[in-house]
Every structure is written in structure tokens, then in C-alpha cells.
């Protein structure tokens, strides 16, 4: 028998794209078995269900998938920032009826919007607290806790027919490098990973979850390659009796995409035992990237798998086995989109938001407005943690500006805390300090430090893990979201 190996290549992709309607390369793709598409924020325009319906024309089984994890991760309201809880502030509640609330809601929402993977939740604990790429993103740092969360989590996204794919196995929360730009290494011995890191996806696995997300992580314990092109790793998976879809991180994050290329990536990730390969998003290279860098990037690992199958390189059945895991998810998922959605029971966001707040030092009475100092960090390719909505529903229509603490002069810093001062005085407000690693940032703390100097009325919005003790009362907000933003203003300038 014949073989088509584009066909079976097409398969097991799973690409980014360019646009809101899906460009001619992609309709293509998808009538030629295409495995379904991943939306970034480029992808939502006014009408989601819209681009979904056209892409399920061109291939009616196709999955699509997006990142709506919540909190400081939105692709559905990346424009606006998130009404939903993070994962931080969900851990920081400890409530496992409100996160199974959180899991159907953002369930909902992804499934109203046409698609029907949710690429979440976030099973790493985070050890270390300087990791630059996971952080809010987990639920917290003990085993115990992200696992109940996780499990529930998944309970509840899966109730809205949608399929949750738990991640970054084997767990991305004892590093300090963001794979998007460099090759993590996690230096434990393998009974911790065992004990600690992996405990939430044993629970995911037990709560039925559909799908599953690899970390582009070394663990020298257990050999030189990334966990998402090494057999080893991938095979702890399998023997805990996990029998859904192995998807892989995005091949185009320079961990894969600087050593092996999204070519030799997508034929080592199906070698070792992947069976859905995320290819990334085309808007990450910036500036650089082309004008069909989607179509480029799909290239790129399809000719490879294509190739690696026409010389033996990669195995036919291989490819045969995780092309058919992926169809079965696709029909479980067709059958779902047949059912009714479910109507949201009892949810209240703002609630969950509100008791999620912690208070360091006395607050005071309400200001009667916020003018914001924004010193958070800059965005990064997986979080918009500096997105302007988190400053828009704090300030409200008041006074604000940013600065980076990495760069401005002592001259600089103290004009605009002078400035902010003024706007302060002039309206009645109060001076606001919005951060996000006063933990772990020197400079940051330094800002702080500067403004509690000439302004010790003012106090420190943190939108990152909690800080502790400050030369300023500090609100931790554990997200940079819309929702967590409004919980911050209601509690300083009542409401």
C-alpha cells in the first residue's frame, strides 16, 4: 500500500498563522488533513466563531487550540486584559470549587469561540522563584496544592466539552531561563522531580485530562536533549498510564529553534514519542519575521517529517500511531461540539479576584483616585505582563507613566516621582507603584525604595509573586490582568 506521506505528515501539525481569516497556504493544508490550527492574539478579531466555522469547512475534525489560561495569559481578550482568575491567584484562594468554576468558565469561553483545545492549565510548581516564564502562571510552589488545583482545573475545562492539555511536562518550575529564548536546565536529582514536579500531572492523568504539553527543559539526569525530543522523558509519561496526545511546546522558541531548527525538532519530538507538534507563533520573530512566516514555519517541519519518512529516518508506523491519537481526540471533540454548551452556574470572578488580594502594612483610608507609576517589567513572547489595560483600570482616568528600572538615571527616577507627585497633589489621589518581581528585582525594590523616600503615602501594587515586607504597604494582586487590576482600584479607591 501507498503511503502519503504529506498527508500523514499533515497529520500531526498543528501551525500558527497570519490574520484573521484563514490565508490560502492554510485552507490548503487544512483539506489535505491538516491536524487544526493554534490562535494567538493576532488571530482573534471581532468575530472568533467565525474564522473557526471557516476553518472547519476546509477541515470539519480540525482541533484548534489557545492559550486562556487566565490571569496574565489571554489570547481571547489579549486587547483588553483578563476577567478571569490566574493560576496564582486561584492557589492564593485555595478554593478547588472556585478553580473548577475558573476551568468551566475559560472552557466556555474557548468553546464559544469556535475552538476546542484550551492550552492549559499550568501543572509546573514553582520552585524557584526567580523563573522568568512561569511565576503567576502556576498555582504555587507546593506539590499538594498544584496538584488539587490542576486536577480541577481540568475537571472543569473538560466539563464544557473542551479538551484541557496540562503543562509543561515534566514540569517547568525549577528554572531561571525562559525557553522561549535559551535551553532550561534543571539540575534535581530525578526522586524530586519525581516527588515534587510531577505529582499535578499524575493528578491530571487521574482526572481523565485529554492532552498533555511538553517543557523544553534538560534534565541531565536523564540525558542531553530538551524532555520534548527525549524518549526517556516522554516514556515516564506513557508508564503513568497516560494514553492521550503528547503535544509539543512551540518548535519555534529558540530552545528548539537555535539548536535542531523546527525541522530536526518535529522529527526527533515524533521520534521520541510526540504525537501533536506545535509549530509557534509567526509574529514571534518581531521584526524580522516574513510576510508569510506562517507558511515558512509549517514548511519547515512538514518537508522535514516528510523527508525523514521518505529515507527511513522516521518510521511510518510511528507517525501512523500519533497521526491516529490525534484523530481520536478530534472526534471526541466533534461529538462534544454536538452537546449544548453549558451555561456558567454560580461563577463570580470578581469574587474569587477580591479574595485572592493579601495586604502588607496599613493601607489607610480609600484615596479618591490612583495615579500609577508603572515599573513592571517589559512583555515577553509567552506573557503581555506589561500590558497598558492593567494600567488603564487602575489609574482609571488619572495620571500615569511608565518606566524601566533597569535603565532610568537616579535623575530621571526622581523627576517623575516629583511628577507623579504633583498629578497626586492637583487631584486629590494617591501614588501608585505597580510591579511585578519585587521579589526577585533588585531595581524594582530600589524604585520602591526612591519613591517611599519623598512620597510615604503612596503604596505598591504587586502584579507578581508575593513580596513580603516593602518600604511602602503593598497590594498583591499575583496577575497583570484587567479583573486583578480592578480588584486593586476597588480596594484603594473604593471602587
Given at each position: 500500500?501507498?503511503?502519503d506521506?504529506?498527508r ?30 493554534v ?57 478547588v ?8 468558565e ?43 488545583h ?14 484541557a ?5 515534566p ?55 530538551p ?73 519547515a ?15 511510518v ?38 479574595r ?90 530600589a ?49
Open positions: 500500500m501507498t503511503v506521506v504529506e500523514l505528515a499533515n497529520g500531526v501539525l498543528w501551525p500558527g498563522f497570519l490574520g484573521t481569516e484563514p490565508p490560502a497556504w492554510l485552507d490548503r493544508e487544512l483539506r489535505a488533513g491538516l491536524a487544526g490550527v490562535y494567538f492574539a493576532q488571530n482573534i478579531g471581532p468575530h472568533p466563531p467565525a474564522l473557526s466555522a471557516a476553518i472547519r469547512t476546509a477541515n470539519p475534525r480540525a482541533l484548534i487550540g489557545v492559550d486562556e489560561e487566565g490571569g496574565s495569559v489571554t489570547r481571547l481578550e489579549a486587547a483588553t486584559g483578563s476577567t478571569a482568575p490566574g493560576a496564582a491567584q486561584l492557589g492564593a484562594v485555595d478554593d470549587a472556585a478553580t473548577r468554576g475558573t476551568g468551566a475559560l472552557g466556555r469561553r474557548v468553546r464559544a469561540a469556535g475552538a476546542d483545545v484550551l492550552l492549559g492549565p499550568v501543572a509546573d510548581v514553582n520552585t524557584d522563584p526567580r523563573n522568568p516564564v512561569i511565576g503567576v502562571r502556576a498555582f504555587g510552589a507546593d506539590a499538594d496544592l498544584v496538584s488539587r490542576t486536577a480541577a482545573e481540568v475537571e472543569g475545562i473538560q466539563s464544557a466539552g473542551v479538551a492539555c496540562v503543562k509543561h511536562f514540569g517547568h518550575g525549577d528554572t531561571h531561563v525562559d525557553s522561549h529564548h535559551g535551553l532550561p536546565r534543571v539540575e534535581l536529582d530525578p526522586s524530586e522531580i519525581d516527588r515534587v514536579h510531577l505529582a499535578p500531572f499524575r493528578a491530571a492523568i487521574a482526572a481523565g485530562v485529554l492532552s498533555v504539553m511538553t517543557a523544553h527543559i534538560v534534565v541531565p539526569a536523564w540525558g542531553t536533549e524532555a520534548t525530543l527525549n524518549p526517556r522523558v516522554l516514556g515516564l509519561l506513557r508508564a503513568e498510564g497516560f494514553d492521550g496526545v503528547i503535544v509539543t511546546d512551540a518548535l519555534d522558541m529558540a530552545a528548539i529553534r537555535e539548536s535542531v531548527g523546527i525541522g530536526g525538532g518535529a522529527v526527533r519530538a515524533l521520534a521520541a514519542g510526540a504525537d501533536l507538534l506545535c509549530i509557534g507563533n509567526p509574529t514571534n520573530p518581531g521584526d524580522a519575521a516574513a510576510a508569510d512566516q506562517d507558511e515558512q514555519d509549517f514548511r517541519a512538514r518537508d522535514a517529517i516528510v523527508a525523514a519518512l521518505q529515507d527511513g529516518t522516521l518510521a508506523d510511528r507517525v501512523a500511531e500519533a497521526g491516529a491519537r490525534v484523530a481520536r481526540l478530534a472526534g471526541i471533540l466533534a461529538a462534544a461540539r454536538s452537546e449544548p454548551l453549558p451555561a456558567p452556574a454560580g461563577y463570580d470572578a470578581a469574587a474569587i479576584v477580591r485572592s488580594l493579601g495586604v502588607h502594612g496599613d493601607l489607610g483610608a480609600p484615596a479618591r483616585g490612583l495615579v500609577v507609576l508603572d515599573a513592571r517589567r517589559r512583555a515577553t513572547l509567552a506573557v503581555d505582563s506589561a500590558g497598558a489595560y492593567v494600567v488603564d483600570a487602575l489609574a482609571g482616568d488619572g495620571w500615569s507613566r511608565r518606566v524601566d528600572t533597569t535603565r532610568v538615571s537616579a535623575q530621571e527616577a526622581a523627576a517623575l516621582i516629583a511628577a507623579a507627585g504633583a498629578a497626586a497633589a492637583e487631584s486629590g489621589s494617591r501614588i501608585v507603584v505597580l510591579v511585578d518581581r519585587l521579589d526577585t528585582d533588585g531595581t524594582q525594590r524604585f520602591v525604595d526612591a519613591v517611599a523616600a519623598v512620597e510615604p503615602g503612596a503604596v505598591v501594587v504587586n502584579a507578581g509573586l508575593d513580596a513580603g515586607s516593602a518600604t511602602l504597604p503593598v497590594v498583591e494582586v499575583r496577575a497583570s490582568s484587567r479583573i486583578g487590576a480592578e480588584a486593586a482600584r476597588e480596594l484603594l479607591a473604593g471602587g
